[in-house]
Structure formats: structure tokens, C-alpha cells
Nanobody, 118 residues
């Protein structure tokens, strides 16, 4: 089972990025896919999640309105669209998966780095 995150990079404040998380190794229909981020010197925090089976979505209040999570069944890929980026959005962004019946994300990707310059 693997999650491969990509799409990070350097962007100016106000810009946009789309992160991708390609899932492989199993069927994720009974899973929740999440995005988290960890800024330098800070704890990892929740960003967004989507339930693969019914598209139910939740966003972190701090980023609501600037982000959109979506999925592509055919590509087994989850996306995170980041808009109106701010320097404080600079972080390593991780995708993760957990079974619907649990609260613990136990499958993690390697992370993709987002740097927002002012």
C-alpha cells in the first residue's frame, strides 16, 4: 500500500498549487483520505479530508475558503487545490489514509514541500 504525494513547489503569495496523492496497492473505497501539513518548528495539523465512498468532505477552519479537496476514481488520486497562498502556508504537506470505522490515519505518504514567498 502506497501513497505518493506530489505537486509542491515554490510559489509567490497569492498564488495557487494543486497537490496530488496517488494511491496504490489496494481499493480505497472504505477509506477516508486526508491531507495534513507540518510547518517548520510546528506540529502536524489537519488540512482536509474526503471520504472515498460518498465524497463527504471536511476542511480545517483555518484554511476553509482557500482550499478544495477532490478525488478521481479512475486515477485513484486525491487532489488538494491551494489558492490565495500565504507565507504561513509554507509546510510539508502529507496525504494519509484511514479506514472509515477508525479515527487513526495509519497509511502515510512521503510529503511534498510547499514554500510560499512574500
Amino acid at each position: 500500500v502506497q501513497l505518493q504525494a506530489s505537486g509542491g513547489g515554490l510559489v509567490q503569495a497569492g498564488g495557487s498549487l494543486r497537490l496530488s496523492c496517488a494511491a496504490s496497492g489496494r481499493t480505497f473505497i472504505s477509506y477516508v483520505m486526508g491531507w495534513f501539513r507540518q510547518a517548520p518548528g510546528k506540529e502536524r495539523e489537519f488540512v482536509a479530508r474526503i471520504q472515498w465512498s460518498d465524497d463527504s468532505i471536511r476542511y480545517a477552519d483555518s484554511m476553509k475558503g482557500r482550499i478544495t479537496i477532490s478525488r478521481d476514481n479512475a486515477k485513484n488520486t486525491v487532489y488538494l487545490q491551494l489558492n490565495s497562498l500565504k507565507p504561513e502556508d509554507t509546510a510539508v504537506y502529507y496525504c494519509a489514509a484511514r479506514r472509515i470505522a477508525t479515527s487513526t490515519y495509519d497509511i502515510w505518504g512521503q510529503g511534498t514541500e510547499v514554500t510560499v514567498s512574500s
